[in-house]
């Protein structure tokens, strides 16, 4: 079974709108990170946003923030006032057993292409 | 990405050669590891260091092999290249809730 799933292989989106991409995970550990990362044509990884499964509150960076929802194990990357320069792939990763000891593998989901309209 | 040195940007290598892929980082992190790249399929592990000295296998390690001796460098080798390493190569060194990535190194083995 996927432990990063995401559902949307491409979204479309005005500019200046908001849009969610979808992320669900799988893990029976109660400790682990979720992250998600944008990348451009250009090819680099670029780090957007992390949650902790024990933050209490959903975090937020800008005009990215994370909708987290423990029980559904969801974690979905919401952008606010979409830019033309958003247009890019977008990855959620997960890492499991954080803290002490912990294992700093990064299992990836598929990515969602977001493609920004003027 | 802050602090990721990762090179080089392009190689093209010929069925049978060997070369390295170097990573640096300077943010003192003990966690870095190797992902490779594949069209639709997301970024898979390849090898790990948990610090110093300390390597082991990720998911698809076959035909790969690293090493750390500082903590500041873990360098990716391919012995023997075959075309199906033909792929996107991302170095990554992580910390706690920090997970950053060096630029990426496109490598096509023809």
């Known amino acids: 079974a996927q432990k990063i799933t995401q559902t949307q292989p491409g979204m479309f989106v005005q500019e200046k709108e908001a849009v969610t991409l979808d992320c669900t995970y799988d893990t029976s550990d109660p400790s682990y990170g979720l992250f998600w990362y944008k990348q451009p044509s250009s090819g680099e990884m670029i780090f957007l946003i992390y949650q902790g499964s024990y933050d209490q509150q959903n975090a937020t960076e800008g005009r990215y923030s994370l909708n987290f929802q423990k029980a559904r194990k969801s974690a979905n990357l919401v952008i606010s006032a979409s830019q033309l320069g958003d247009s890019a792939m977008y990855f959620c990763a997960m890492r499991e057993g954080v803290g002490g000891g912990s294992n700093y593998k990064l299992t990836f989901g598929k990515g969602t292409l977001l493609t920004v309209n003027p | 990405n802050a602090g990721v040195t990762q090179t080089p940007k392009f190689q093209v290598l010929k069925t049978g050669q060997s070369m390295t892929l170097q990573c640096a980082q300077d943010m003192n992190h003990e966690y870095m590891s190797w992902y490779r790249q594949d069209p639709g399929m997301g970024l898979r592990l390849i090898h790990y260091s948990v610090g110093a000295g300390i390597t082991d296998q990720g998911e698809v390690p076959n035909g790969y092999n690293v090493s750390r001796s500082t903590t500041e460098d873990f360098p990716l080798r391919l012995l023997s290249a075959a075309p199906s390493q033909t792929s996107v190569y991302f170095c990554?060194?992580?910390?706690?809730?920090?997970?950053?990535f060096g630029q990426g190194t496109r490598l096509t083995v023809v």
């Open positions: 990554a060194s992580t910390r706690n809730t920090e997970a950053f």
